[in-house]
C-alpha cells in the first residue's frame, strides 16, 4: 500500500490532461473557437459507416508504369549508341516487348561489340545485359521492377491526397491496399462525379511545338502525320493537329499554377517553372518565336498560341474556352502533378447520412448498455471496491476518447465495437484483484494486508491476458484494412489504458480512501 508521491502526481496528470483532452469532443464548435491557442480541440473522426460519403478502390495501371520504364531506358541506349557512334538494326525502335520486359536488338558491326557491351553496361546498373553474338539483350532485374512498381503507388497516393485535400473535403482516408490499389474514403462526400473526374485524369502535360507543314484534318483515318510529328486532338479547334514528337518543356518542371483572369476577364491558368523549366522554357520560346506553341495534356492540346517574343520569365498563361470550374480544376491538377500511371475505378459505394446516423446511434447503445450493466455488476458483486472499479472504467473510457483524439484517429463501427469490448476488459484485472483480496480475506488476512496481497498476486496474469490481447490485436492490424485496422487500434489503446486504471488507478484510490480513514468494505 506504499504509494510514491510522484507516483500520485502522475496519476493525477494522466487523468487531468486525458479529461482536458476528451473534452472537444462534446463541446459545440463556437466554444471550441473562443478556447486559447493552447487549448486541445482535437475531435475523433467519424468514419465513413458512421457519417456516410464516398468508397472508391483504385487500381494503379503498373503495366503502363513498366512500359514507359523501359521506353526511358530504350531513348538512353539509343542516345549513347548514337554518341559513341556504334550502328544498331533499323528494327531497333520497335524492339520493346511489353510481356518480356526487354528490349532487344542487333548491332551492324560485329567489331564494335566489346565497345557497345562498355557503353551499355554503364548506363543502368538495374538492367542485366546479355549479349550472344551481335544479338543484344537488356532487361531489367526483378528488384527494379518491384521498386519501380512501388514508388508509383506511392507516388499516385501522394498525389491523390494532394487533388482531394484541395477540393475541400476533409478527412480523407487514402491508404494502400495490396501492391496495386488504394483506397479512398471521403466522410461527407456524398456525390463522388466531380473527385472521380480529377482523378481519371493522368495530367501529365509537356510542351511541343506545332507541325506548319501538315494540315489540320478531321478524319482520324487519313491521318498520316510527317515523320517526326504526330497528330493530336485540339480541344480549341476540335480538329486533329500535328505536333513534333520532341518534348521542349515537360510539365515535371512546374512548381505553380493559378486560376485567374485575363483582360477580357476570360478565365485562365498562369504558371510558374522551376529555375530548370524556366531556362528550358526561355531557350525554346526564344528560338521558335512566330511559330505555334502547343501546351498538350494528357495527350490532348488544350492550347496553341503563338511565339510573339521569348518568354524569359519562367512563367506563363494557358488561354483557351475555359469556364471557371475547368480553369479551377486544370490548375489543380497541375499543381498536384503528374500521376506515374493512370487510375481505374474498381469498385465505388457510397453511403448515405441516414445509415450512418442509425450505427451512431446503435453503437452508443450498444456501448452505454453494456457500461450500465457492468457497473451495476461490480457493484453489487464486489460492494465498495466494485465502485472503485467502476470510477476506473469510466476514466478508461475517458482516457480513450482523449487518446483516440491526439491520434487524429478515424473512428468507425468496428471502432465502437472495440470501445463496447473494452469497457468488459477493463473490468478483468479487476474481478482478478478483488477475487484474489477476498480469498486472503477468507484466510484471515487483515484487509490492507490482502489488498497489496491481493494486486501482487494477480499482476502475472492481468500482465498474461493484456499482452495476449494486444498480440492479437498487433495480428489484426498488420494483415487487416480500413475498418479491422480501426478496431485494433480502438481495442490495443483500450487494453493499455485498462492496465493503467486496473492497476493503478484503483490502487491510487484505495490508498486515498484509506489516508481519509474512510471504511472500504469487500463482501465475502
Not at 521542349?248 to 512546374?254: A, P, Q, R, S, Y
Not at 487500434?489 to 484509506?514: K, Q
Request: hydrophobic fraction near 45%; proline fraction near 4%; charge should be neutral.
Amino acid at each position: 500500500m506504499n504509494f510514491p508521491k510522484w507516483k500520485e502526481i502522475l496519476v493525477a496528470c494522466v487523468c487531468g490532461f486525458g479529461v482536458l483532452f476528451a473534452l472537444p469532443n462534446i463541446l459545440p464548435q463556437s466554444v471550441l473557437s473562443k478556447l486559447p491557442s493552447w487549448a486541445p480541440t482535437q475531435k475523433v473522426y467519424l468514419g465513413l459507416d458512421l457519417r456516410g460519403g464516398a468508397h472508391l478502390l483504385l487500381e494503379v495501371d503498373l503495366d503502363g508504369v513498366i512500359n514507359d520504364y523501359l521506353n526511358q531506358e530504350l531513348d538512353a541506349v539509343r542516345t549513347a549508341l548514337r554518341k559513341e557512334m556504334i550502328p544498331y538494326a533499323a528494327n531497333f525502335p520497335r524492339s520493346i516487348t511489353r510481356d518480356q520486359k526487354v528490349v532487344e536488338f542487333d548491332l551492324k558491326d560485329t567489331q564494335k561489340v566489346g565497345k557497345a557491351k562498355m557503353v551499355l553496361s554503364a548506363i543502368d546498373s538495374d538492367f542485366k545485359l546479355d549479349i550472344v553474338r551481335n544479338h543484344v539483350k537488356i532487361a531489367p532485374t526483378e528488384e527494379a521492377l518491384q521498386r519501380r512498381r512501388a514508388e508509383a503507388v506511392d507516388r499516385s497516393i501522394e498525389i491523390v491526397r494532394k487533388r482531394v485535400d484541395e477540393t475541400g473535403t476533409r478527412e480523407a482516408n487514402i491508404q494502400r491496399q495490396g501492391d496495386d490499389r488504394i483506397l479512398l474514403q471521403i466522410p461527407g462526400l456524398h456525390d463522388p462525379t466531380h473527385v472521380k473526374e480529377l482523378l481519371g485524369r493522368t495530367a501529365k502535360m509537356v510542351f511541343r511545338l506545332v507541325d506548319e507543314d501538315a494540315p489540320e484534318i478531321t478524319d482520324y483515318k487519313k491521318a498520316v502525320p510527317p515523320v517526326g510529328s504526330m497528330y493530336l486532338n485540339s480541344a480549341e479547334s476540335g480538329k486533329l493537329t500535328a505536333v513534333k514528337k520532341q518534348v521542349l518543356v515537360g510539365g515535371e518542371t512546374l512548381v505553380d499554377a493559378r486560376m485567374g483572369y485575363d483582360e477580357y476577364n476570360r478565365p485562365e491558368v498562369s504558371f510558374r517553372f522551376n529555375k530548370i523549366g524556366a531556362k528550358k522554357f526561355g531557350e525554346a520560346t526564344k528560338e521558335n518565336v512566330g511559330k505555334r506553341f502547343a501546351i498538350i495534356l494528357d495527350n490532348e492540346i488544350i492550347s496553341a498560341p503563338n511565339i510573339t517574343e521569348p518568354i524569359t520569365g519562367g512563367s506563363g498563361r494557358i488561354t483557351g474556352q475555359f469556364s471557371p470550374e475547368k480553369a479551377q480544376d486544370l490548375a489543380l491538377l497541375l499543381r498536384a502533378g503528374a500521376l506515374p500511371a493512370p487510375l481505374n475505378i474498381v469498385e465505388e459505394r457510397t453511403v448515405g447520412p441516414d445509415l450512418g446516423a442509425d450505427s451512431i446511434r446503435s453503437g452508443i447503445i450498444a456501448t452505454v448498455l453494456s457500461g450500465v450493466f457492468v457497473l451495476i455488476f461490480m457493484f453489487l458483486w464486489y460492494s465498495s471496491f466494485g465502485m472503485i472499479a467502476n470510477a476506473a472504467v469510466v476514466m478508461n473510457l475517458i482516457l480513450l476518447i482523449a487518446g483516440l483524439s491526439c491520434l487524429q484517429a478515424t473512428l468507425t463501427l468496428p471502432g465502437i465495437a472495440g470501445i463496447a469490448l473494452t469497457v468488459g476488459m477493463a473490468v478483468d484485472a479487476n474481478v482478478l484483484i478483488n477475487e484474489r483480496i477476498k480469498e486472503l480475506v477468507r484466510r484471515g488476512e487483515k484487509l490492507v494486508k490482502a489488498i497489496e496481497e491481493g494486486y501482487n498476486l494477480a499482476m502475472t496474469s492481468i500482465i498474461d491476458t493484456n499482452l495476449n490481447t494486444i498480440i492479437g490485436m498487433m495480428c489484426l492490424y498488420q494483415f487487416g484494412t480500413g475498418p479491422v485496422r480501426g478496431f485494433a487500434i480502438t481495442t490495443i489503446l483500450g487494453t493499455v489504458i485498462s492496465f493503467f486504471t486496473a492497476t493503478t488507478l484503483t490502487r491510487y484510490i484505495l490508498v486515498t480512501l484509506m489516508r481519509l480513514k474512510y471504511r472500504v468494505a469487500i463482501p465475502m
